[in-house]
């Protein structure tokens, strides 16, 4: 596999205390480099992350992406 997915954010369903189905977020919200430390907002279920993808202005930037 593609050693980028490392960092990657992941998504996985829970059942109790069992997960299952851990998946990429695909590339929407993954880019080919380090994608890291997600947040999850309880209020309306975004995705705050940081990520070292080209346009930012620093070297690891603070992403969103909302809840679909």
Do not use: K
Request: with cysteine; aromatic share 10%; proline share 6%.
């Amino acid at each position: 596999g593609d050693a980028t997915a490392l960092f990657d954010n992941w998504r996985a369903t829970l059942s109790g205390v069992t997960t299952g189905g851990a998946r990429t977020l695909g590339p929407l919200v993954n880019f080919s480099g380090i994608d890291a430390n997600p947040c999850l907002d309880p209020s309306d279920g975004s995705l705050y992350f940081d990520s070292e993808r080209l346009g930012g202005v620093g070297r690891r930037d603070i992403y969103y992406a909302p809840a679909q």
